[in-house]
């Protein structure tokens, strides 16, 4: 119980630190694959994203996805305006074709994102993807976005 409540008050201070930090509305374009191709808003440390996800669970073999979910943001790093930041995330995905056509799964992901210059930043992390009557799959996830910042 005591180390519940050290992890719950480090979370905590963690988070109003962070909070601090962050713009109040971001609006990213993401173009490449984490968290999908589409959109996403982040309001404060918390992000919605919806788009297209392709992923390769085997060499030379694509898998094709909607995404949908919900994305936790902390421990900005960096003096910028827009800090670079850690995150962590659970979606919703359905898949388009493959072993995965017409059925629905579950990702987790945790990862970097980079702010490079104003709002381009590129991420990286790692996704598991579970789904009934397949294994449990983990693959890397790069990304590429534009972001623009609200007040």
């Known amino acids: 119980m005591k180390q519940l409540f050290i992890l719950l008050f480090l979370f905590a201070s963690v988070s109003a630190y962070s909070q601090s930090r962050f713009s109040k509305n971001e609006l990213s374009i993401n173009g490449f694959r984490n968290p999908s191709i ?76 980079w702010m490079m210059w104003q709002g381009l930043n590129l991420r990286i992390g790692a996704i598991a993807v579970a789904a009934n009557s397949e294994s449990l799959k983990i693959n890397p996830t790069p990304g590429i976005s534009y972001s623009f910042f609200f007040k």
């Open 38 to 113: 589409g959109a996403e808003y982040r309001h404060n440390q918390v992000s919605f994203h919806a788009g297209y996800y392709p992923t390769a669970f085997k060499s030379g073999e694509n898998t094709s996805f909607i995404k949908t979910g919900l994305t936790l943001w902390f421990l900005p790093v960096g003096k910028k305006e827009n800090p670079s930041s850690f995150y962590a995330g659970a979606s919703y995905l359905r898949g388009l074709n493959r072993d995965y056509e017409n059925k629905n799964a579950m990702g987790f992901e945790a990862g970097f994102r």
